[in-house]
């Protein structure tokens, strides 16, 4: 019984991972995996000069 269990797990969970990896992988996300592989390029604004605000940093 404990085989059939263990059985049923292993299938469920590769069933699980294949649909992950044919969702991730499918036509309709590659402008969002296009977008998020350009995010680690992407700046935030905290580290633009701003010579608006004055004041040192000392």
Known sequence: MVGIINGVMTVLGMATFLGIVWWAWSAGRAEANRQ?????????EEFHED????????
């Not at 998020?36 to 935030?44: D, K, V």
């Open 51 to 58: 010579t608006n605000t004055g004041g040192s940093h000392e």
């Open 36 to 44: 998020a592989s350009m995010l680690p390029f992407a700046l935030s």
